[in-house]
């Protein structure tokens, strides 16, 4: 398999190796048999945050709570950026109540905060809710 691709699975945490041409094929974990690729976001915890910050596509989190309005608007913007990105960008949310610990690990002052993760290191962070538009030119900017 020439430069595979390693991408954890959202479901189980599991890491997986993947040809780069297979992603278009809705590639299955190894382990769990879930889809490793999703149009959706997912849900990212305390326990999951370790695995799924690893990995050749790079992962985007929307750091959140349930009482704030502007993350609640901003939800439907970064849902439809998942499907836009489907394939080249993992999309995420952590709720900032549920996950105090790792809100505080990660230096989250306001929300909603957007941090862009590459092979288990941050490469960029946004503070605030912004359109569709506004979030595909950052990350096109940022090389996503």
């Not at 549920?98 to 993760?117: C, D, E, K, V």
Request: net charge positive.
């Amino acid at each position: 398999m020439p430069n595979p691709l390693l991408i954890p699975c959202p479901h189980c945490d599991g890491l997986n190796r993947l040809p780069a041409e297979r992603l278009v094929d809705a590639p299955k974990c190894g382990r769990c048999k879930q889809p490793v690729l999703l149009a959706t976001p997912f849900d990212l915890s305390e326990q999951s945050y370790p695995s799924q910050i690893k990995g050749d596509l790079p992962l985007l989190v929307d750091v959140w709570a349930d009482w704030c309005g502007p993350c609640k608007a901003f939800a439907p913007v970064f849902a439809q950026a998942a499907q836009q990105l489907h394939g080249r960008c993992r999309l995420a949310k952590l709720d900032s109540e549920t996950n105090r610990t790792l809100s505080a690990q990660l230096g989250i002052r306001s929300i909603p905060s957007l941090i862009l993760f590459r092979n288990g290191r941050e490469t960029a962070r946004q503070a605030g809710a912004f359109p569709l538009q506004a979030l595909m030119q950052w990350l096109e900017g940022e090389g996503v």
